[in-house]
Every structure is written in C-alpha cells, then in structure tokens.
C-alpha cells in the first residue's frame, strides 16, 4: 500500500491545515466557543476543539443542555440551566463553577459572538487526563460552550413519523440529558431510511414515550392537550413552558384541557392532531404516522394556535423566559 501518512511536530502545521479547512466557509457557523480548558472565549473556529483523553469522548461521561438565541434574547436560559445541573448531579459530575459563573460564561460568550438569532449548546464533562473508565484519578470538570448561527424560522409544514424499532433508554438515563445518544441517533436514521421525519419511542408498558430529541403531544378529539408523562422520559423544558401557556386557550374555549398522563399507542393513535414539542421548533405538526393520517391529515389549527403561543413568547415574552445579551 502506498501510503505516506504526515507527520505533524509543530502546533504551527495542525494549526495552519485546520485553519485550512475553515478558509472555504464562506459564514461561520460557530461565531463562538467557550473552554475551561483553554480558560476563555474562542473566536477562531479552527481553534474549538476538545482534548482526545477528555472522558466525554472516549467514555460518554458528559452532560449537555441548550438554550435557543432569538432577537438577542436567551430563551429559557435559566430552565435549561437549572436542568443541566440536574443531568450532572445524576451523572455524577461536579462543576468546575458555581451556577452563577455558568450563567455569566453563557451570556458573555453571547455576547462575544455578536450573533443574535440561533441557539446555545452546552456541556459538563467528567474531564481530560487519561482514558480510564472513571474520573477517580483526580481529574478536573471540564466546561464548553458554543455559539450557533442559525437563522430558524417557525414550523408550518406537517412531517411524517414511524414507530422507533429502536430500544429507547432506560428511565435513569432517558431523564438524564446525557451525551449518550446512540440510541437517539439510530432511531432518527431508522425514520429517515423509511422516507420520514423522525421516530416515537413506544415504552414496555405500550405508553408513547418520545421522539428521538423532542418531546411529543396530542390534541384529542375532545379538544384535550395531553403530553406523555415526565417520568420516564427527559422533561423537556419547552414542552414545559408549552402545559403553562396553553391554558390560555382554555380560558378562550379553543381547548378543554392540558394535562400530562399516560397515553396508550391506540389512544395516540386516534388523536385529531400530534405535534412534535422541541427547543428549536419550537413546535412541529405531524400529519402522518405508520403511513396513516393523523387526523384528516393535515397541520391542526390548534397545533399551530399553541406554537404561536410559544412563538411570542421566545418573540415577546417575560424577562423571566428572556435573558437580553448585553451586545458590546
């Protein structure tokens, strides 16, 4: 075989063939990285790496979260937060700063990156050092964060869905927003292979679980919100907000009810609408499951009255859903 593998001895040569690499980008994706191992904010892409030895690597002993960036405003920073410490606690892996100094990181990295529409996405690692199964050899925490330009608009257009063949995770670990997501990503490709969005995960008992990434709710045909209960499953902190504004609807008599409960695969199954409930979304319809309608087969009008719902309030709502980056 001939094959002359390069040999690189400087920092100089890696660095120059990475930046290599960025040179052809016309946009930057990632306007912004954040490492405690490099102790401050990084601007050149070609510079936002994460050591090899680093035990969220090799060993998925790492925790993440998000937080989505619209107008210059982090919506839900402080939810997504305080559940990313939950997942580290779960985990087993201590912060390397208080939650006040995590919060700081996110909103000056923010800032840093000048970007104003997109989202956050965050990690907690059990740290570099070695490549042993446990961090007990005295490592430290590791801390990233980046920045992501995104210019996502609101979803309109129905999806189609199947259901996951794939074994969803345990309740210790399907609760926890952990990096291990092989099983997430197995089912997403199963879906895709099949000419479809995405896949829910049905549980043992025969109660819908989730997507692949996202939470999943109903509207039934008695007009009642009702989303797959929490215990199983990651509490997803937009399908959160989701149960406290739709009551609104409530009130003006569009809906009958908002609950959380378990949903049998017939019950879900008759439903008159479905919808998708993600960060990102933050709400997505879906028209079609296991090649059969959902409803009439088309994007509900409450699906779509409850993502305007949480449209205006990442758009408008409270300082409490809303952090504004102090841009410089």
């Known amino acids: 075989m001939d094959l002359s593998v390069p040999v690189f001895s400087s920092s100089d040569e890696v660095l120059k063939k990475l930046q290599e690499k960025w040179s052809s980008v016309k946009k930057q994706p990632y306007p912004a990285m954040y490492s ?140 926890m927003k952990n990096v291990n997501y092989l099983p997430n990503v197995l089912s997403k490709m199963e879906a895709e292979e099949k000419g479809t969005f995405a896949s829910i995960w049905v549980d043992d008992e025969g109660y819908i679980a989730e997507g692949p990434n996202v939470n999943v709710a109903f509207i039934t045909k008695d007009k009642e919100l009702v989303l797959p209960s929490f215990d199983k499953i990651l509490s997803g902190c937009t399908a959160k907000r989701l149960l406290a504004l739709a009551p609104k609807l409530v009130e003006n008599g569009r809906l009958g009810s908002v609950s959380t409960r378990d949903i049998t695969l017939g019950e879900a199954k008759d439903a008159a609408e479905m919808m998708f409930v993600g960060s990102g979304l933050p709400i997505l319809p879906i028209i079609e499951w296991d090649e059969q309608h959902v409803g009439d087969g088309l994007v509900g009008e409450l699906t779509m009255a409850l993502s305007d719902l949480l449209w205006e309030d990442m758009l408008s709502g409270p300082e409490t859903q809303r952090v504004c980056v102090p841009y410089a």
């Open 36 to 175: 405690s191992v490099f102790g401050g904010i990084i601007l050149d892409p070609a510079l936002m790496v994460i050591p090899i030895d680093d035990h969220m690597v090799h060993r998925g002993h790492g925790v993440f979260d998000t937080a989505m960036l619209m107008d210059g405003h982090l919506y839900e920073l402080d939810t997504h937060l305080d559940r990313f410490l939950r997942s580290a606690s779960q985990a087993k892996i201590s912060s390397p700063f208080p939650r006040s100094t995590l919060r700081t990181i996110l909103i000056q990295m923010t800032s840093a990156s000048q970007c104003k529409k997109g989202s956050l996405r965050y990690w907690l690692s059990a740290g570099p050092g070695d490549f042993l199964l446990s961090p007990s050899g005295g490592l430290e925490p590791a801390f990233y964060a980046v920045v992501i330009d995104d210019d996502y608009s609101q979803c309109k257009d129905g999806v189609k869905v199947i259901t996951s063949t794939v074994p969803m995770k345990s309740p210790l670990f399907a609760t």
